[in-house]
C-alpha cells in the first residue's frame, strides 16, 4: 500500500497533467472557434461584395436625372443676296414642346452661321401650331406682319423659309399660314397665303 505522501504526490500529478490536457483542449477549440468565425465572416463579407456588384450592374443609375435626347432639324435661311435659301442643321432638346413648334422658334431666333440672314422677325410670335392631315397650321402673332422688313425678295424668303424648315418634318406636307387666328389674301403683301404652300426647293442653295 502506497504511503500517504506518495498517493497525495501522485494524484496532484495526474491532476496537473488531466488539467494541461483540458487547458490544451480548450486553447485549441477557442483557436479553432476563432478561426470559424473568421472564415464566415470573411465568406459574409464576399457575399456582400458580389451582391452589391449584382444589383449595381443590373439596377440602373438613378443618382443622376436622366439626359434628354437631342434631334436634329434643318432650318432655312436667307444668303447675303436674298435669292437662295441655305440649309443650316441644328440639334434641339425636344422637352415637353412638339417638334414642329421647336422649329419655328429656332427660326425667329435666327441662323447661327454668321454669313447667313434673318427670314422670320424677331419679335413674331408663335401664337399656336397644329397639324391636320399633312397640312401644318401655324398661327403668328401681329408682329410677323407688322415687323416684317418688306420687300418681295425679302417675303419669298420668309414665307419659304418657314415652308421648307417646317416640310424636313415627316409628317408635314404644306404649310397654311394664319395672322391671330385668321387667314389672310397675302399675309406679307405678294404672296397668295389663302391656301397652303408647298415647300419650293428651287430656292434652295447647299453649302
Known sequence: MLKRPLAWKLGMGLFVVALTVLLTLTGCWDQEKAQQDAQQENEIKIADTTENKENSETKPDISAEPKEEKEK??????????MYLI????????????????????????????????????EAKLISLEVVDGVAYVNFSQEFQTKHWGGSAGELMTVYSITNSLAELPEIDKVQFLL??????????????TEPLAPNYRMVKNN
Open 180 to 193: 391671330e387666328g385668321k387667314k389672310q389674301e397675302a399675309i406679307l403683301g405678294h404672296v397668295d397665303t
Open 87 to 122: 440649309p443650316e442643321e441644328r440639334f434641339v432638346v425636344k422637352g415637353n414642346k412638339k417638334l414642329e413648334e421647336i422649329v419655328i422658334e429656332e427660326l425667329i431666333q435666327g441662323p447661327k452661321n454668321p454669313d447667313l440672314f434673318q427670314t422670320v422677325p424677331k
Open 73 to 82: 432639324i434643318t432650318l432655312y435661311f436667307g444668303d447675303q443676296d436674298a
